[in-house]
């Protein structure tokens, strides 16, 4: 059961961020928790198209057209989105950890946005770009531009007595 969650999960996040030409997805009998407070919504459709979701109807009533992709929720479940609205992904010199191993992991737990707080901010370009065209699988990055910080006193961050009303010596 695990697994079929999994793919039914992975398979509606992948068509999200897929181009225009790919045909509507549907996904049929699922139970929708919207996160608004609401009860849980069972025996639902979800129609997906150019990486929206464009409808949200009892499937019962649904008319989905004729090249539509379905896939059969019954017995799954289907959330929003999730978002980590704090995250470093680029403060290291090597991206492998991030591009191999943080971002899939983070669309498998089902986070489809990061708001990262900063890092070196060409390295986020191209992760950005890397995740746009499809070379590494991960969620929409929000990235405010470069680290900005005070100067570096020392490769390990020590707070300094305050001096004059300043909360770091100068």
């Known amino acids: 059961m695990h697994k079929s969650f999994c793919r039914v999960f992975l398979c509606a996040l992948f068509s999200l961020t897929t181009v225009a030409q790919t045909p509507p997805l549907a996904i049929t009998n699922v139970t929708v928790i919207d996160a608004t407070g609401k009860a849980p919504q069972p025996a639902m459709t979800v129609l997906i198209a150019n990486g929206r979701i464009t409808k949200l109807v009892r499937t019962n009533r649904a008319k989905l057209p004729a090249n539509t992709q379905i896939v059969d929720g019954s017995g799954k479940f289907l ?9 470093h992904l ?4 090597n991206q492998e950890l991030s591009r191999d191993w943080s971002l899939p992991l983070l669309v498998a737990y089902g986070v489809v946005g990061v708001r990262d707080m900063g890092g070196d901010w060409q390295m986020m370009q191209q992760l950005r770009q890397d995740i746009a065209s499809g070379k590494t699988t991960g969620p929409r990055i929000v990235a405010p531009g470069a ?7 020392s490769k390990s961050l020590s707070i300094l007595p305050m001096k004059h009303g300043n909360r770091y010596a100068n």
Not at 80 to 86: F, K, S
Not at 90 to 93: A, F, K, L
Not at 147 to 153: A, E, K, Q, R
């Open 79 to 87: 959330i929003p989105g999730l978002w980590d609205m704090h995250i």
């Open 90 to 93: 680029v403060n290291q010199p």
């Open 147 to 153: 680290f900005i910080d005070g100067p570096v006193l």
